[in-house]
């Protein structure tokens, strides 16, 4: 391996304008058993033709109901698991052509939900905020796990040589935030990263990545349940539902006003914060639908109150949102000339 | 004040011991009327689960020390034993989990199991029980109720699984539901349906609810009066427009300002330093002291002082005695 190699996932090639992803169209998908005691195997749709960018410096949230598919698209984007089908460009290089899964992986990293099985039991912090540096071969691994520590906020003379068990919650994360740091990356993915901390801790930790972003000059995918927190934290917002993209723009237009009736029912669902004001109708009846055999044309078309034969009939495509080309939504009350009641027929070509 | 309170807490206080010694509990005191919701709040750790499970008499007797009274409509239920306690649990008490798992027993059907409760605490037959389970599957609304009573938990969707165990848990119909964190490991717009359900509920079948959960959102949207838990304390009280409207004490704020809710993006969260005390010391001292942004000397010198602001508010901190208002 070639110095250049090792280094490409770091540096910036493409310019500010590029952007640092470029996610065309990812699928995939995964064999399944379909019953208990059947032995027809049937396919879930985990992540089924998503696209979007991630332009570098900014915070891209995702969200979207647990098994919408924001675990399986995290790791297509750090190489964890293969792509079915499409394409992810880094910083202007397309994976498979221009660089490896090698390349990516260093200038990507990620951060999850659980920090204790994140880490190895058997080593000491420092020896797990290491290991990476180590095995990648750049300088004075120990050295730089111990100013990272104490970047992290954890004093390296009192907890370097601790074992996870010995930590607070809080305190693993922020283990785990030092280990992605060490590895150099460009891009840091947090798969419901502050889901499990306390409310007191999750704010400690969040102020520590606002912090760690500007200092590094970082990129984030931020993926979380809690809109409260994604709204704090990013500049764009992705709302996944079954394996689709159902909406993505900046954070102010969308929670301004959501476009999508997936999305204006993601933000009813949220408690209401006003004892005198306290929500009456639940916005959705039911559990979401299973991504094995996802709903024909719009998937939401089962659950949406504005679902017309039109939806059951064909896919919406992403349509621009209030003349404002980076908020896109798929809905056909937002396609001109779908044929739905509500949509705007004029426009119509 | 109305009569007897449902459930009365007098200065309660659970010690466990074993290889390391936990005081879970310090000193609690608390009331709550009959048919009222409370919602108790705290972070993990702050000793929720056990007060509930000390309310229930779930702790492990050899490894744990109980002191104070904990009373239901009068009777000191730490004392109970035999067939008054049995017919206490599951009769005139309850409780649902955040993981089903801990109430429903995978072998047996939804009908099999709410029947089999009915039939032990209420002395009717397999018919006349079986009635009552549809009749509770109906109640919370899980769609085509008679197929369901056949169905084991493992073929119901987490949703409809959440509202087995509420049927299960009040086919009895008790004066008190206890609730764990029912709500916490279920998503948005499926937690906001049996929040709603358990407030419908509450409401037609009269019951006084005590509701565990660590998120502030969920308590005002089911809570008549919130308790504010701190390391195995109540640091503040009151009805729900109190707390979140006028909250005093300096962890309550803490935790207000914690749940995001308008924080304005790129600007530092006002976030409570540290992480809550180890336990292993009885307090002597305002247990939130080390964190906390107004602590005075007389913070750390002895316990705070409750003080009632009227109105069923009362919070435990020192700033709001006279001295320092
Ligand atoms: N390795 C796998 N094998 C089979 N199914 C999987 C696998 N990983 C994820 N899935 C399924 O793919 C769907 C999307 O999962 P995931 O991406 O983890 O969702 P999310 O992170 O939004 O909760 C779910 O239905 C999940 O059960
Ligand atoms: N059976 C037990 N043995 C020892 N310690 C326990 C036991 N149950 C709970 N604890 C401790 O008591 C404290 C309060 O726990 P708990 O009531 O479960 O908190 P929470 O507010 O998260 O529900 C914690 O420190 C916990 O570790
Ligand atoms: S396309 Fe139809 S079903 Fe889908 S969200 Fe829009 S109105 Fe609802
Ligand atoms: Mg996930
Ligand atoms: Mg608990």
Redesign the pocket.
């Known amino acids: 391996m070639s110095k250049t190699e090792a280094e490409s996932g770091q540096q910036d090639r493409g310019g500010p304008g590029q952007p640092l992803i470029i996610a065309k169209d990812l699928k995939k998908h995964?064999p399944?058993r379909s019953g208990l005691f059947s032995r027809r195997s049937a396919t879930?749709r985990?992540?089924d033709g998503v696209s979007f960018d991630v332009m570098k410096g900014e915070t891209l949230g995702i969200v979207?109901?647990?098994?919408?598919?924001?675990?399986?698209?995290a790791r297509l984007l750090i190489g964890l698991i293969e792509l079915d089908e499409g394409g992810i460009i880094f910083d202007g290089d397309s994976l498979g052509g221009d660089i490896g899964l090698k390349e990516l992986r260093r200038g990507v990293q990620m951060v999850f939900q659980d920090s204790y099985a994140s880490l190895n039991p058997r080593l000491t912090i420092v020896d797990s905020v290491a290991f990476g540096p180590k095995i990648q071969g750049l300088d004075k691994p120990a050295e730089r796990a111990r100013d990272l520590l104490a970047r992290v906020g954890l004093d390296p003379d009192r907890f370097a040589q601790r074992y996870p068990h010995e930590l607070s919650g809080g305190q693993r994360q922020r283990v785990n935030i030092a280990r992605a740091l060490a590895m150099e990356p460009r891009l840091v993915i947090l798969?419901e990263a502050v889901s499990a901390l306390d409310k007191s801790v999750e704010a400690q930790v969040l102020n520590l990545l606002n912090d760690l972003r500007r200092e590094f000059g970082l990129t984030y995918v931020f993926?979380s349940h809690d809109l409260n927190v994604v709204r704090y934290i990013s500049d764009r917002v992705l709302v996944?539902y079954l394996?689709e993209v159902v909406e993505i723009g900046p954070s102010e237009a969308i929670y301004a006003k959501q476009a999508h009736p997936y999305t204006a029912s993601l933000f009813a669902a949220m408690p209401s914060m006003d004892p005198d004001n306290r929500t009456e109708e639940p916005p959705l009846a039911g559990d979401p639908p299973?991504?094995i055999d996802p709903p024909s044309g719009c998937r939401f078309h089962t659950r949406c109150r504005f679902a017309e034969d039109v939806c059951a009939a064909r896919k919406p495509a992403l349509s621009i949102i209030g003349g404002e080309e980076a908020h896109l939504a798929a809905c056909h009350i937002h396609e001109p000339g779908s044929g739905h009641s509500l949509a705007n027929r004029e426009a119509a070509q | 004040m109305t009569g007897t309170p449902l459930v009365e807490f007098n200065g309660l206080k659970v010690k466990f011991k074993g290889e390391r010694t936990v005081h879970a509990i310090n000193g609690l005191s608390l009331s709550m009327q009959a048919g009222e919701t409370l919602g108790l709040l705290g972070e993990s750790g702050s000793g929720k689960s056990v007060t509930l499970k000390t309310l229930l008499r779930l702790l492990p007797p050899r490894r744990s020390e109980i002191e104070g009274e904990v009373r239901v409509n009068g009777t000191d239920i730490t004392t109970l034993s035999g067939r008054a306690l049995s017919a206490y649990r599951g009769g005139e008490v309850s409780m649902v989990f955040q993981e089903p798992a801990l109430a429903l027993d995978p072998v047996y059907t939804i009908g099999d199991q709410i029947a089999e409760t009915v039939m032990r605490h209420k002395g009717v037959g397999r018919f006349a029980a079986m009635e009552v389970a549809l009749d509770m599957l109906n109640r919370v609304r899980i769609p085509s109720p008679e197929r369901r009573l056949k169905n084991f938990p493992h073929e119901m969707s987490g949703g409809m699984r959440q509202r087995a165990m509420i049927a299960l848990a009040l086919a009895c119909r008790p004066k008190l539901l206890l609730a764990d964190e029912p709500t916490t490991a279920l998503d948005a717009t499926v937690q906001i349906q049996i929040l709603l359900l358990l407030r419908e509920l509450q409401r037609e079948f009269g019951m006084g609810v005590i509701f565990v959960t660590h998120d502030i959102g969920v308590a005002v949207e089911v809570s008549d009066r919130i308790a504010v838990m701190y390391a195995g304390n109540i640091v503040e009280t009151g009805t729900t427009r109190d707390v979140i409207k006028n909250p005093r004490h300096p962890y309550t704020r803490g935790l207000l300002a914690a749940n995001l809710h308008g924080a304005v993006k790129d600007e530092r969260l006002d976030a409570i330093p540290g992480s809550p005390p180890a336990l292993e010391e009885p307090p002597s001292a305002c247990s939130f002291a080390p964190r906390c942004a107004f602590a005075r000397p007389q913070c750390l010198a002895g316990l705070p002082p409750v003080t009632d602001l009227g109105a069923g508010h009362s919070v435990a901190c020192v700033l709001e005695q006279p001295a320092f208002s």
């Open positions: 995964f399944v879930v985990a992540v979207g109901e647990s098994g919408c598919g924001k675990s399986t698209t798969d993926i996944m394996g299973n991504p």
